[in-house]
């Protein structure tokens, strides 16, 4: 989905503006005791796919769904028709075709989609003749990446889209490998030609380093279809079974984080509508790949009758990927306690020790993904490349005013675009994607999930930091208001966010931005505010007594802490003014207090120290659960005198795998059942012992 980045580059433009006024410038490796490795097993991927049985109640679930979406007449949902050798609704292509043919943002979903519709249809023959000659037509005339000719509105280079581009173009050509593709002049041999090590150059680096677009509520439904489509239909064996290794990572995710039939985790990508909820029959929508997940894995709730999602629908009409049973094992011993960590992501200042500059266009295709192209060691390459390819800026910078302006100014001072944009650091490095350490602390009543000290102080666009949550709408989270985005709830400015187990201390300082951004900030009518997601709608009790605010859900219960002042808006908002703030949330549960007088009696009775510094805080709490919890603006976070691990973590590191990071071997075990993915190999291995 394109990135609306306007805010941001007004803001830019605003910068640079004022940059030429002077008077504004002053100038370990571990090992997991559960890992055991299983030796001499097969290693043909075609042996596994009939080697061992998915569940039965994952093929109970798919054929639900692939009954209920039969009745959708969404475009995605054509596909199950087809599938289940029924005539389609060809008024449902029309849209889409309109989309591809006139080359529109988020073309490329409905492409992925048109494309699976062929190859099924290549099974059942349903589709009418003339209608799939129109498909066809829309295929060979589609722009595959940049480097072809002609002009588009295509956003190429996300994450997401990076995929869905790579796969469309290996697909199609794979389709009509002697046709002539009539906008790039090539034939369908020479897409796969080009596609194929696109397509694998993807699959390594989500192997490697995660993904970019971690833990995102939306976007990881744009990454699955795509992975789905290369399991069923790429001729390239390892390339699909890559594919179908990506596939279980996304679902072991999953299963570690999500709770009570929510993706309950932090996100480096999300929008507000997903997040903040007015009331029972106004909630927060769910992840965009719900259905997904709870097919392959039976969390959450099926509760779409007729729905259209483009992961679900490829899952469901899916004959090749068979998901491990390990997998949804996983999700069901989670269900009463787990603590995860992974790590997805490298930081900019860190390309040249994992073999990546700034220069080359194969660099860049590493960088643009994490939304680091006005970042200052990226900004003069990616503006050489864009000159290569002839590339719109209004495009890539949604106006071409702000590399002008840029250039005066740094011309004004002498120094080189890079030089300026590090400068500017605030901005144009905030809205990167970069490393990301990710904590997640469940028990059957709650769960505290978060990004620990990730890019504190910097400018986000759509990163939801932290959440904790009782159940599927007992949700709460804060934020500082602002980011390039334009949602008022996610994105803003970056906190300095420390968990350790159900305790978190988030800090928040506005303060530490430079000048002049704070100056832009204002003009852009960012509001001096953090605000904390507490909505009273979906809890039982609310109770609020000095600076902290309690709410039970059930048997669940949790406690805010702002030291700012607050006051609520719609009941849903807690606003405190100030650019700076201190929060401390910590979870409980009847189990550990009983009663919730007692819990709210127990934290109020706890001391609590907290000292402004000159940036950030300084916090010593002692909580009820865990002890004396000390934590500053910088520096380490301790709980009874020890360190709490912030990272940089592993790759993976729970009770059921370990996997050192930029890696790419993944081990999951649980009980006698061990899945081992071997994305170096290109092998997919499940045994039970």
Not at 387 to 402: K, M, Q, R
Not at 431 to 446: D, I, K, S
């Given at each position: 989905?394109?990135?609306?980045?306007?805010?941001?580059?007004?803001?830019?433009?605003?910068?640079?503006?004022?940059?030429?006024?002077?008077?504004?410038?002053?100038?370990?490796?571990?090992?997991?005791?559960?890992?055991?490795?299983?030796?001499?097993?097969?290693?043909?991927?075609?042996?596994?796919?009939?080697?061992?049985?998915?569940?039965?109640?994952?093929?109970?679930?798919?054929?639900?769904?692939?009954?209920?979406?039969?009745?959708?007449?969404?475009?995605?949902?054509?596909?199950?028709?087809?599938?289940?050798?029924?005539?389609?609704?060809?008024?449902?292509?029309?849209?889409?075709?309109?989309?591809?043919?006139?080359?529109?943002?988020?073309?490329?979903?409905?492409?992925?989609?048109?494309?699976?519709?062929?190859?099924?249809?290549?099974?059942?023959?349903?589709?009418?003749?003339?209608?799939k000659l129109q498909l066809k037509n829309a295929i060979l005339g589609f722009k595959y990446w940049f480097t072809e000719p002609n002009d588009d509105a295509m956003i190429m280079w996300t994450e997401n889209h990076m995929i869905l581009f790579h796969s469309c173009e290996l697909l199609a050509g794979q389709l009509y490998p002697n046709e002539t593709f009539t906008n790039s002049g090539m034939n369908g041999t020479q897409h796969v030609k080009h596609a194929l090590p696109l397509v694998n150059r993807w699959l390594n680096w989500r192997a490697r380093f995660g993904f970019s677009e971690w833990h995102s509520d939306i976007y990881y439904e744009e990454d699955l279809m795509p992975l789905l489509n290369l399991v069923e239909f790429a001729q390239d064996n390892d390339t699909a079974t890559k594919a179908a290794m990506l596939v279980d990572i996304l679902a072991f995710d999953f299963a570690n984080n999500y709770f009570k039939g929510i993706y309950a985790t932090t996100n480096g990508r999300t929008d507000d509508h997903k997040k903040v909820g007015t009331s029972l029959t106004d909630p927060p929508s769910r992840a965009s790949f719900a259905e997904f997940a709870w097919i392959l894995l039976g969390v959450g709730h099926h509760e779409e009758s007729g729905s259209s999602s483009m992961s679900a629908v490829a899952l469901s009409t899916s004959d090749k990927y068979k998901p491990p049973p390990i997998l949804e094992a996983i999700a069901n011993a989670t269900l009463?306690?787990?603590?995860?960590?992974?790590?997805?992501?490298?930081?900019?200042?860190?390309?040249?020790?994992?073999?990546?500059?700034?220069?080359?266009?194969?660099?860049?295709?590493?960088?643009?993904?994490?939304?680091?192209?006005?970042?200052?060691?990226?900004?003069?390459?990616?503006?050489?490349?864009?000159?290569?390819?002839?590339?719109?800026?209004?495009?890539?910078?949604?106006?071409?005013?702000?590399?002008?302006?840029?250039?005066?100014?740094?011309?004004?001072?002498?120094?080189?675009?890079?030089?300026?944009?590090?400068?500017?650091?605030?901005?144009?490095?905030?809205?990167?994607?970069?490393?990301?350490?990710?904590?997640?602390?469940?028990?059957?009543?709650?769960?505290?999930?978060?990004?620990?000290?990730?890019?504190?102080?910097?400018?986000?666009?759509?990163?939801?930091?932290?959440?904790?949550?009782?159940?599927?709408?007992?949700?709460?989270?804060?934020?500082?208001?602002?980011?390039?985005?334009?949602?008022?709830?996610?994105?803003?400015?970056?906190?300095?966010?420390?968990?350790?187990?159900?305790?978190?201390?988030?800090?928040?300082?506005?303060?530490?931005?430079?000048?002049?951004?704070?100056?832009?900030?204002?003009?852009?009518?960012?509001?001096?505010?953090?605000?904390?997601?507490?909505?009273?709608?979906?809890?039982?009790?609310?109770?609020?007594?000095?600076?902290?605010?309690?709410?039970?859900?059930?048997?669940?219960?949790?406690?805010?802490?702002?030291?700012?002042?607050?006051?609520?808006?719609?009941?849903?908002?807690?606003?405190?003014?100030?650019?700076?703030?201190?929060?401390?949330?910590?979870?409980?549960?009847?189990?550990?207090?009983?009663?919730?007088?007692?819990?709210?009696?127990?934290?109020?009775?706890?001391?609590?120290?907290?000292?402004?510094?000159?940036?950030?805080?300084?916090?010593?709490?002692?909580?009820?659960?865990?002890?004396?919890?000390?934590?500053?603006?910088?520096?380490?976070?301790?709980?009874?005198?020890?360190?709490?691990?912030?990272?940089?973590?592993?790759?993976?590191?729970?009770?059921?795998?370990?996997?050192?990071?930029?890696?790419?071997?993944?081990?999951?075990?649980?009980?006698?059942?061990?899945?081992?993915?071997?994305?170096?190999?290109?092998?997919?291995?499940?045994?039970?012992?």
């Amino acid at each position: 989905m394109k990135i609306e980045l306007k805010k941001h580059f007004k803001a830019l433009i605003i910068v640079a503006i004022l940059l030429i006024i002077p008077s504004f410038i002053s100038a370990p490796s571990k090992i997991n005791p559960r890992r055991r490795w299983v030796n001499d097993l097969p290693e043909n991927y075609d042996f596994l796919r009939n080697s061992y049985n998915a569940t039965m109640g994952y093929e109970a679930r798919k054929n639900i769904y692939l009954t209920d979406s039969n009745t959708s007449d969404g475009i995605y949902a054509q596909s199950s028709r087809v599938y289940l050798n029924e005539s389609v609704n060809e008024a449902s292509f029309q849209s889409s075709l309109d989309k591809i043919n006139n080359r529109e943002d988020t073309a490329d979903f409905r492409m992925g989609s048109i494309l699976r519709t062929m190859y099924l249809d290549n099974k059942t023959n349903v589709l009418e003749p003339s209608f799939k000659l129109q498909l066809k037509n829309a295929i060979l005339g589609f722009k595959y990446w940049f480097t072809e000719p002609n002009d588009d509105a295509m956003i190429m280079w996300t994450e997401n889209h990076m995929i869905l581009f790579h796969s469309c173009e290996l697909l199609a050509g794979q389709l009509y490998p002697n046709e002539t593709f009539t906008n790039s002049g090539m034939n369908g041999t020479q897409h796969v030609k080009h596609a194929l090590p696109l397509v694998n150059r993807w699959l390594n680096w989500r192997a490697r380093f995660g993904f970019s677009e971690w833990h995102s509520d939306i976007y990881y439904e744009e990454d699955l279809m795509p992975l789905l489509n290369l399991v069923e239909f790429a001729q390239d064996n390892d390339t699909a079974t890559k594919a179908a290794m990506l596939v279980d990572i996304l679902a072991f995710d999953f299963a570690n984080n999500y709770f009570k039939g929510i993706y309950a985790t932090t996100n480096g990508r999300t929008d507000d509508h997903k997040k903040v909820g007015t009331s029972l029959t106004d909630p927060p929508s769910r992840a965009s790949f719900a259905e997904f997940a709870w097919i392959l894995l039976g969390v959450g709730h099926h509760e779409e009758s007729g729905s259209s999602s483009m992961s679900a629908v490829a899952l469901s009409t899916s004959d090749k990927y068979k998901p491990p049973p390990i997998l949804e094992a996983i999700a069901n011993a989670t269900l009463d306690y787990n603590e995860h960590r992974d790590r997805n992501g490298i930081n900019i200042a860190d390309g040249p020790s994992y073999g990546f500059g700034y220069e080359s266009e194969d660099d860049l295709m590493f960088w643009w993904p994490m939304s680091t192209l006005v970042a200052g060691p990226v900004i003069e390459p990616t503006l050489d490349l864009m000159n290569t390819y002839d590339l719109d800026p209004n495009l890539i910078f949604e106006d071409e005013l702000l590399i002008d302006l840029l250039k005066i100014a740094a011309d004004f001072y002498g120094s080189t675009l890079s030089e300026l944009c590090t400068f500017l650091k605030e901005a144009t490095q905030g809205v990167a994607l970069e490393e990301a350490n990710t904590y997640t602390y469940r028990t059957p009543y709650y769960q505290l999930s978060g990004a620990q000290d990730h890019q504190k102080g910097l400018m986000g666009m759509q990163e939801h930091i932290w959440q904790a949550s009782l159940d599927e709408y007992a949700t709460v989270f804060t934020n500082s208001h602002g980011g390039f985005r334009g949602e008022d709830h996610v994105g803003g400015f970056k906190p300095r966010a420390t968990l350790y187990k159900n305790v978190g201390v988030i800090q928040y300082d506005r303060l530490s931005q430079s000048l002049i951004l704070e100056l832009v900030y204002a003009i852009l009518e960012f509001k001096d505010i953090t605000q904390a997601y507490f909505p009273r709608w979906a809890f039982n009790e609310v109770v609020q007594q000095d600076k902290w605010t309690f709410g039970r859900r059930l048997d669940s219960y949790v406690a805010l802490y702002s030291n700012e002042p607050q006051e609520w808006e719609d009941g849903i908002f807690l606003t405190s003014q100030g650019k700076k703030n201190v929060y401390i949330v910590e979870l409980g549960s009847v189990e550990d207090y009983g009663t919730f007088a007692n819990f709210t009696s127990s934290i109020l009775a706890t001391k609590l120290d907290v000292i402004h510094l000159s940036v950030g805080y300084g916090v010593r709490y002692v909580s009820p659960t865990q002890g004396t919890v000390k934590v500053n603006w910088d520096g380490p976070m301790t709980v009874n005198g020890a360190q709490v691990d912030l990272g940089s973590y592993a790759r993976f590191d729970n009770d059921f795998c370990f996997q050192d990071f930029n890696t790419q071997k993944t081990t999951i075990q649980y009980g006698t059942m061990t899945l081992e993915l071997d994305f170096e190999n290109a092998t997919r291995t499940y045994t039970e012992l």
